[in-house]
């Protein structure tokens, strides 16, 4: 298992951020991912519009995820209509 950083942009209507945020933490789970710690960020202007948008509601995750489960969770994240968009970074020991 590695240790992560995933940053998640949503969208800033309280329900597509509230439905978007628990189903990345129940794909998560669901893949055997260890939420360590969850940070919300904030709203903030993105640099270009995404889906049409100018501003988006930032969420940090720090987690432990087995490497091969990140492609598998990146093709659902790609699929979740609640996300605008996210990044993966792996933390070094």
């Known amino acids: 298992m590695r240790r992560y950083e995933l940053t998640v942009i949503f969208p800033l209507e309280e329900d597509q951020h509230k439905a978007g945020r628990e189903q990345v933490l129940a794909d ?3 893949h055997g991912g260890e939420i360590e710690k969850t940070d ?18 930032y969420v940090l995750f ?7 489960k990140v492609a598998v969770l990146d093709r659902i994240f790609k699929l ?3 996300i605008l ?3 993966f ?3 070094e020991a």
């Open 85 to 87: 968009k996210y990044l």
């Open 80 to 82: 979740n209509a609640h």
């Open 40 to 57: 919300e960020i904030g709203d903030r202007d993105l640099a270009y519009e995404i889906k049409k948008r100018k501003r988006g509601r």
């Open 89 to 91: 970074v792996t933390l």
């Open 62 to 68: 720090t987690l432990k995820l087995d490497p091969v």
């Open 28 to 30: 998560l789970v669901a």
